[in-house]
DNA sequence: TGCCAGGATGATG
DNA sequence: CATCATCATGGC
């Protein structure tokens, strides 16, 4: 993946390669993108804005600056891994190559950990519109305005503060409580978010599940997508039937150590036909 | 109307 | 250890 830098107007673009916009950003792994135009995205993450242009060949980042692309956009889109051998890799399984010829352009991002912890835990029982629809309330409702229509994802102690009561207007139903119960002991260090990247997965699943409303699934979502550990595996009802039918003896070698890419290929594949 | 959606929980067999 | 009702909501 080469970078190229323009120095005039913060217009930063990388080559395109395995990086497609509507692939990654609306595969189901993150829930705050959405279309603006002809291969146009706007979202915000790690409270800043940021619209994407997809062309033939590249992906331009419209409203950053050189810092932030390094610190925050390079590993949120996972710009060191290569994603052709990876996809090479991937190929060696029948199945996975399906999935590959189809969703080459997934790229997994590597999102804030309690946005993240935040989303799946609103996952629950859930369909995707309506967990952007309660998202984009919840950021509307509590997170600090960042200008335009932009807002960042709310901190604990806002959501503390607004308690399940306040929680109302955004619909999440029987999952308030849990956003609220998430908030307190994160907010209260009983759930140490940070500690939990030099964690194994087994202990940052068990800290993770402290919380009310994370079981089994949210956690390794949790892990996944917030804390990038590529290996962990989330089961939902797709990646169950994928797993029953196509693999009932457990997944091939090629996702050694890279489960989960593997799992969001499946799931997209699996869940768009 | 009934069913489904990136589930967790507590009770029951 | 496997299964089941319940939790609330919107889209179809």
Redesign the pocket.
Known sequence: MKTEKSNKKSIISVKKSCFDLALTLD???AFRWAPTGENEWHGVAYSRPLTLRQTEDEIIFIGTNDEDFENIWKPYFDLERDYEILCRRFEADGNLKKAVSECCGIRLLRQEPWEALCS??I?????????K?IIDRLCRLLGEHLGGDDYAFPSPEKIIEAGVEGL?PI?????AK?IVDAACKVASGEVDLNSIFNMTLDEGRDEL?K???????????AL??GFGKVDAF??????KRIMSELYPEGLPECTNGVRGIA??YL??WR?TR
Do not use: M
């Open positions: 595969c189901g792994q799946f835990i996952s629950a029982n859930n369909n995707i519109p309506r967990i629809g109302a619909r999440a139903g029987f999952r849990y599940i919380i009310k409303g994370v079981g089994e699934k949210v956690a390794q979502c996944l997508y989330p089961v939902d009802v797709w990646v799992q969001q799931f997209h869940r």
